[in-house]
């Protein structure tokens, strides 16, 4: 056995140890437990954002910029101001001039008014909100709103943008006065030898120009309120919203607000309608404007909801929208040597703060599943009239990993090897786990190559007599439709660290010097840890303080799960209430596919704890040793009294009750010392743990170290999964259908294979729309062309293929729980793997995938050039 | 053009929303979809797009269908209306909603109303839908968490459900 | 998106829709509510008065007669859909109503609803056109038909004037006898929330489909979103017909369709997409049509 083998063993072996030491017995996690969300959901008793209506609230609507580019010379508010409903109309002037602060950009020395300053820098920029009695009237008096606009030349193309004089913010970021508002370089290795040496080098362009994005159906809304005169411990603002992570990322808002933390509640609804990411940078503008309009107006509730058009069209929406230039060197034999990935990726008007990491995290993948040692990875962040880009599920990994496969089909082509040959001779082998990529992330666990057979075998009957029987795919090329096939695996990174998420705040040369592991310590690396907290309650339920926000995920279903099987009861003695951002601990909330895992780390580490401490206080109570208790399932038991004397009658009691129950125990808790108190301090409490699982990667210090001193993305999560989509292609139109999609998903040890499937469904429906038809097309004078679902072609029931889906489960290495994380499934695999199939399918007419979304004119487009099908016999 | 600053024309209306006779004097511009939710509190009605393409406004308005954001609230004057949540019984969930729980049909729950109202529709015309009888007639709905995979599934067994209990009370 | 205050009337008679017309300025119709409200409540629409049709049920109704068949302009897409007479005499038009949206779409939807916004993607124009309708539009002086070739007169655009108001189609029957006559109506669109990109109506009807390779006695062919008006393509139908539908014939079809298409670019479809896409859709068009008037 190799030492890697043996570390892994170890560490595989650690995590099923703790599972079977665990007293209580595994009862809930692993099945398919029914959520608890769902009854409150489908009896309209959950609040959405949407649905409160404070009495007293007035409503907003924004006056918003018609053009893509161009100076205010005037904003008359007159008119506005006379409506008799009219209750405010704010500019950026009346912002500002009460002391409240730009909004966070992702880029160091950028800044973002919530409101217009002087310009407007794309089609739907809010220029000023009217606050009024109802929405109606509030859309009335923003149309009373005049503004003057001398219009400006549009940007709208990357390539022309980063070299353009015409700069949208030249005073901002550190290439001012450039539109390329970040970039770096990495080397890793020494690509440059590497491809001087090589037998072939491949280099070929790639868009993933679609900006396909999240569209949760909940747009993103906020109702702020203003305390004019907050008692001593009440917040200034409070703020009710559909915010994503609220814990942590409510320093956009309070920082816009210009507040101490403590003056600013964010509270946000126990699910949210959907997010996906986005809702992280989409709706903290509206926190803000609402909160200050309402001091504005002197502490009335002011709600705004932002409607579909408005979304669509400047909502800060969309996501991704890169060029690629990318090479890969490779040997004669199919071994690929080097990689070198540059790309510009348009982010619009702002680089919105974290949403810029999205170039960033793919550097921990930035081999894919291959084992390939030197790298270059390039990135420039471009600033366009395009509307400002927000996170999405996958995180900019999705279009890096569709790059990777059609370069791997190239270099198929040119070697004449078998597509899947050539890939199983470049996966990582098992045996070489834990692997330390290029970037020095490390991937924890996986046997790549069997997974892919694995998911081959599950497709061998369809070729004979099934879907890709020789024959019926020789029938339909005749007929025009080009039936393909092909495997595809691809990573689904999770679980990234904190640290480098500010690397884009650090001036560049610091990022090479300090950012070293000769200059910086490890201790310096930041790091947020998973927090969890639990008390029982008098009548034994147990109430877990999440700090994570759900939208749709089933936190207080996996939360209940966890904590039942450690303590031995069941979900329904779990109590998960909704917490605000100032009642728990921060956490990094629902991004990198985090929650599952985490919590379930964090769980395990807090059943622990506080089985231990119930564990002292029943010693205590039976005036025995801890080493003769056991926690058992929902309480403590008495193993033994040897060697006790009960020193009076009362003792002597005590004793003979051998087991006590949690709300035994919780009352036992409370009485002690200070008598019958109910009122504590939770500090004191035994039957109250609060409890840290610290960051994956820090945990791991002896594989992440390096990648952490320098500030990298470390992603110690890697789920992944094989797919062969079957797809069909008609020549003449240009349509793709999808027949079927056969798939193997490993995500780690599961907790709940039902929501796990979910997650599976919903995000390959996602990966679906992102290959084949979401687009947030552009004019060339930068008008958007997706405002509406008729053109934002968001998948329909109408689009589900068949799929069969394997679940595979290769335990985390790195995490307590062994879970890794499966939230950005589907998005991740699927574009690149229909992708893959489709090249298959038009090998014969010599046509590859170079753009997404594979829309029909385009896949139409790409066969004229080629010279066209021969015409399909007639029948 | 009106003047809308002061003197908007409005109208007095009466609706029966899931059983409860509502009349309100409104503005002939307000939708329906707002109607429900504002003056009805019937917020299970959920604004997905306002304008007609996803379907979380789903309602029914004498026994069909409607997007009640296509709708303004006066047209729907004197109609019974019903939402998702009178489908519930009493305190337990209605045969449908009790599919979409069982099979996990709804994650963020936003579009959940919408299709439950289309799944009611569908099956009262058609109590034994085929697979592609349930695509055709859940296709004005959009939903973007699931995949639709768990939906088809909750409405094949919603048909179920309800089929046992018209059985069993003998209905046909 | 909300919509400006109007004023709404809901009239239960055409004689009293005419004369609310008449009274007001700025008055806008309102059927199925499925076009105009999205107009209205982005204020691209801002009427001062809105009169509903709903309450006019007189203009619901399938009228099947000797030689023709007539609808009213209130019928809505469902009822298009379901109607025996209409899938009996020209299937094609229940076809391109069940292929509007989706179920609750078609609920309130209308014909009439449909002709008047006259949508260059619209299913209806396209397939009225094709069976060569006739509208009937009503003013307070009466009622007056018009030939479809003739209603739709530019984007959006259509022969109703001020105060006029779409009444009904009536479609001759006679063209198309049962047991050899063929339709087909083909749309190119991935969801069905949206518009098409493109779409065919194709009608062959045959001499003797009993026979070898029957003859082609008269062909339809209209195409949606493939100009700012239902496209027609007279010289195409010519080129098939006396013919036994041959690839030739096909062929030199598809040539003049392409030649007479005159698409806008739009996103995921650009003009030169949509024209080659023409080509092939009058091949399928026709080409279904023809198997269909030989299969029955």
Not at chain 2, 82 to 108: M, R, V, W, Y
Request: with cysteine; proline share 5%.
């Amino acid at each position: 056995m190799s030492q890697a083998e043996e570390s892994k063993a170890e560490r595989v072996k650690e995590v099923e140890d703790h599972i079977s030491n665990q007293p209580t017995p595994q009862n809930y996690v692993g099945s398919e437990v029914r959520r608890k969300e769902d009854e409150k959901i489908l009896k309209d008793h959950r609040e959405y954002v949407q649905d409160r209506n404070p009495p007293d609230a007035l409503h907003a609507a924004y006056v918003r910029s018609p053009h893509a580019h161009a100076e205010i010379t005037d904003i008359d508010t007159s008119a506005a101001e006379e409506h008799d409903e009219c209750k405010l109309v704010m500019t950026v002037d009346d912002y500002r001039d009460a002391g409240y602060a730009p909004m966070l950009c992702g880029i160091q020395e950028w800044a973002e008014w919530p409101l217009a300053d002087g310009k407007v820098t794309y089609v739907g920029q809010c220029v000023a909100m009217v606050v009024a009695t109802d929405r109606y009237v509030a859309e009335d008096i923003a149309d009373l709103v005049e503004v003057e606009y001398e219009r400006l030349d549009p940007l709208v193309d990357v390539m022309e943008a980063r070299d353009s004089d015409n700069v949208l913010y030249p005073e901002m970021g550190p290439n001012a006065p450039s539109n390329v508002a970040f970039d770096e370089t990495f080397e890793l290795g020494d690509p440059d030898g590497v491809f001087e040496e090589a037998d072939h080098v491949i280099e070929k362009e790639f868009d993933w120009e679609s900006r396909a994005s999240g569209v949760p159906l909940e747009t993103p809304s906020a109702l702020g309120t203003c305390n004019m005169n907050p008692e001593d411990g009440e917040e200034k603002f409070h703020v009710w919203s559909n915010q994503q992570l609220h814990t942590w990322a409510d320093v956009a808002i309070y920082a816009a607000l210009d507040q101490p933390r403590e003056e600013v509640r964010v509270e946000v609804p126990l699910t949210a309608g959907g997010s996906y990411g986005t809702k992280h940078a989409t709706v903290y503008r509206h926190a803000v404007l609402t909160a200050v309009a309402s001091e504005m107006v002197g502490g009335n509730p002011v709600k705004y909801v932002e409607d579909r058009i408005e979304d669509l069209q400047g909502g800060d929406s969309a996501s991704t929208d890169r060029h690629y230039k990318a090479k890969i060197a490779f040997n004669d034999d199919g071994e690929i040597l080097a990689n070198d990935f540059w790309l510009a990726d348009n982010f619009g008007a702002f680089p919105r703060f974290i949403c810029t990491n999205q170039v960033l995290k793919p550097l921990a993948i930035v081999n894919g599943p291959y084992d390939v040692e030197h790298a270059r990875y390039e990135y420039e962040i471009v600033c366009t009239n395009k509307m400002p880009q927000t996170s999405y599920r996958g995180f900019g990994t999705p279009a890096h990993s569709w790059v990777w496969e059609m370069l791997m089909d190239e270099a198929a082509d040119v070697l004449d090897m078998d597509p899947t040959e050539i890939r199983l001779k470049n996966y990582i082998d098992e045996e070489d786990m834990p692997y330390k990529t290029p970037s020095a992330n490390v991937y924890g666990e996986g046997d790549y190559a069997k997974t892919v057979r694995k998911v081959w075998d599950l497709v061998e009957d369809e070729k004979d007599g099934g879907l890709l029987d020789p024959d019926r795919v020789e029938e339909l090329r005749e007929e025009g439709i080009y039936r393909g096939s092909g495997s595809a695996l691809v990573l689904e990174p999770g679980l990234g660290c904190y640290d480098y998420h500010t690397r884009q705040f650090i001036p560049r040369d610091e990022l090479a010097t300090y950012y070293t592991p000769e200059n910086r310590d490890f201790s310096d690396v930041v790091t947020m840890a998973e927090p969890l907290e639990a008390y029982i309650r008098t009548d034994g339920k147990v109430v877990v303080k999440i700090s994570s926000d759900d939208q749709g995920q089933g936190h207080q279903t996996i939360a209940s799960q966890m904590l039942a099987d450690e303590l031995g009861i069941t979900p329904d003695d779990v109590v998960v209430p909704q917490q605000d951002n100032l009642d728990v601990a921060s956490d990094v909330g629902s991004a990198s596919s985090r929650m599952a895992t985490v919590m379930s780390s964090a769980a395990i580490g807090l059943g622990e704890k506080l089985r231990g401490q119930l564990e002292e206080l029943a010693a205590d109570h039976w005036g025995i040793d801890t080493e003769q208790v056991e926690f058992d399932e929902g309480g403590v038991k008495q193993l033994s009294t040897e060697g006790v004397e009960p020193v009076d009658k009362r003792h002597a009691e005590r004793l003979e009750q051998e087991f006590l129950t949690l709300t035994e125990l919780v009352h036992i808790d409370k009485m002690m010392e200070t008598g019958d108190s109910h009122f504590k301090p939770q500090a004191e409490l035994k039957t109250y743990a609060y409890y840290e699982y610290p960051d994956v990667a820090y945990e791991n210090r002896e594989y992440f170290e390096e990648a952490m001193i320098r500030k990298r993305p470390t992603y110690p999560s890697i789920s992944f999964a094989a797919n062969v989509p079957i797809v069909d292609v008609d020549v003449e139109t240009g349509e793709i259908e999808i027949q079927k999609i056969y798939s193997v998903r490993d995500s780690g040890r599961i907790i709940n294979p039902m929501i796990v499937e979910g997650q599976h469904h919903g995000g390959i429906m996602q990966g679906i729309g992102a290959a084949l038809q979401e687009e947030f097309g552009y004019s060339e004078d930068g008008q958007p062309q997706s405002t509406t679902f008729f053109d934002m072609m968001l998948p329909s029931i109408e689009n589900l293929p068949e799929l069969e889906i394997e679940k595979q489960e290769t335990w985390s290495v790195f995490s307590k729980s062994g879970a890794k994380g499966v939230g950005e499934t589907g998005i991740m695999d699927i574009p690149a793997s229909l992708a893959h199939s489709v090249n298959d399918a038009l090998k014969p007419l010599d046509v590859t995938v170079e753009e997404m979304p594979m829309t029909p004119n385009r896949v139409r487009s790409w066969i004229r050039d080629a010279g066209d099908a021969p015409a399909p016999a007639d029948d | 053009m009106i003047d809308n600053t002061s003197d908007r024309p409005t109208q007095e209306i009466t609706l029966t929303v899931n059983g409860n006779e509502i009349t309100e004097e409104v503005e002939p511009r307000h939708k329906l979809s707002d109607f429900l939710r504002y003056r009805a509190d019937e917020t299970d009605v959920r604004v997905g797009c306002e304008h007609g393409a996803c379907g979380a406004c789903t309602v029914e308005v004498d026994g069909k269908n409607v997007k009640s954001c296509m709708l303004f609230a006066v047209q729907a004057d004197g109609s019974e209306v019903l939402t998702s949540k009178a489908l519930n019984d009493d305190d337990e969930l209605g045969p449908i909603q009790e599919a979409f729980h069982e099979n996990h049909a709804l994650q963020c729950g936003f579009c959940t109303s919408g299709f439950i109202m289309a799944t009611k529709e569908l099956l009262e015309e058609n109590p034994d839908p085929d697979r592609e009888e349930i695509v055709e007639g859940l296709s004005d709905n959009i939903c973007r968490c699931t995949g639709y995979v768990n939906i088809i599934k909750a409405v094949e067994d919603a048909a179920d459900r309800i089929d046992t209990v018209s059985q069993a009370t003998g209905d046909d | 998106m909300k919509s400006e205050p109007f004023v709404y009337h809901s009239p239960s008679s055409v004689e009293e829709v005419v004369s609310l017309m008449n009274e007001h300025d700025h008055a806008e119709l309102v059927a199925g509510n499925q076009s105009l409200a999205i107009q209205m409540n982005n204020r691209l629409a801002t009427p001062d008065h809105l009169i509903d049709l709903n309450g006019v049920d007189e203009l619901a109704y399938v009228d099947e007669r000797d030689g023709e068949i007539e609808i009213g302009a209130m019928t809505t897409h469902k009822t298009i859909a379901n109607s025996d007479a209409i899938d009996r005499t020209v299937p094609i038009l229940a076809e391109a109503a069940q292929q509007i949206a989706g179920p609750s779409v078609r609920n309130v939807g209308t014909l009439g609803g449909g002709i008047g916004e006259a949508d260059p993607a619209g299913n209806y124009p396209t397939v009225l056109t094709a069976l060569d309708a006739t509208i009937t539009i009503t003013s307070e002086s009466g009622d007056r038909d018009v030939g479809v070739d003739e209603f739709f007169i530019a984007y959006m655009m259509t022969e109703v004037g001020e105060n006029e108001m779409i009444t009904g189609a009536t479609v001759p029957t006679d063209p198309f006898p049962i047991g050899r006559t063929g339709m087909s109506f083909l749309e190119l669109k991935r969801v069905p929330h949206t518009w098409p990109k493109l779409s065919a109506a194709g009608i062959v009807r045959v001499d003797d489909p009993t026979r070898d390779d029957p003859t082609v006695e008269e062909a339809r062919l209209t195409f949606a979103n493939a100009s700012d008006t239902p496209l027609r393509v007279e010289a195409a139908e010519s080129a098939v017909e006396g013919t036994s539908l041959t690839d030739d014939a096909l062929e030199e079809a598809a040539e003049i369709a392409m030649d007479s298409a005159d698409p806008a670019d739009e996103m995921q479809a650009e003009a030169e997409y949509k024209e080659e896409q023409v080509g092939i859709f009058t091949k399928r068009a026709l080409r279904e049509a023809y198997d269909r008037a030989l299969d029955q």
